[in-house]
């Protein structure tokens, strides 16, 4: 099935109407994840024109409420969106250029982490964020300290 196509049927599926600004959107998002709204906005701009960036904030927005995004929010980092969902992944994050990646739980199911005291929450999601630095940027300064 083609990209537009199963895009078109997420959006239907989750009872969201099909919007030129909604498959823009998760196109940007499938080529480019964990992408900023900013970064998003600004590709579906160059994609259809005059859409604002509160539309393309909208749209994230409804897609994350929905499903069909996941938002995650690395410190000290803009909060960036992603396609992969549902599933029980983590992030890896480089301090120094901020790539992020990622990271397949080999735990297995979620939530892949238990905590020592639940307080009596049906805990059913665990974020695990690993840092480090990428191969680039240990290239690039190589004497730079791998911890801040």
Known sequence: MPIDSALREQLRTVGLRVTAPRLAALEVLAESPHSTADFVASRVR???GGVSTQAVYDTLRVC???GLLRRIE????AVRYETRTGDNH????CR???????IDCVVGGAPCLTPDDDHGFVVD???VT?????PRCVATHPSKPSAQ
Not at 74 to 77: L, V
Not at 130 to 134: I, M, T
């Open 125 to 127: 999601e665990a974020e």
């Open 90 to 93: 983590h992030h890896l994050v």
């Open 64 to 66: 994350a409420e929905k």
């Open 46 to 48: 160059e994609q259809l």
């Open 74 to 77: 690395p410190a000290g980092s």
């Open 130 to 134: 690993f840092w480090g630095r990428c």
């Open 96 to 102: 120094d250029c901020g790539d992020i990646r990622d």
